[in-house]
């Protein structure tokens, strides 16, 4: 099996903010999407940041530089529809 090259460092302005309401480790298409762009972003030379909700699991985004996860007001006490989205 190949090894794929290292990813070259970022250039100035090469920085970019991912912001996703799904992310790994949710087993959705949504989350997977998230996941194969972080991963060719970050092989072109971006310095990725995700930003998404606590809803879809904890941990690290391969590729990525940072995972920020937030609080979701899909789930929240504050939405009244939130049983909808227990699945998530």
């Known amino acids: ?6 990813a ?5 302005g090469r920085e970019l903010l991912l912001v996703a309401q799904l992310a790994p480790p949710s087993n959705l298409s949504a989350a997977r999407r998230v996941a194969g762009l972080v991963k060719y972003l970050d092989r ?5 940041t995700v930003l998404t909700s606590m809803s879809s699991g904890g941990g690290a985004l391969p590729g990525a530089a940072h995972v920020v996860r937030t609080r979701d007001l899909l789930v929240s006490p504050l939405n009244w529809r939130r049983e909808s989205f227990a699945s998530l």
């Open 8 to 12: 070259p460092p970022p250039a100035p």
């Open 1 to 6: 099996m190949a090894v794929p090259p290292a």
């Open 44 to 48: 072109l030379g971006y310095r990725v």
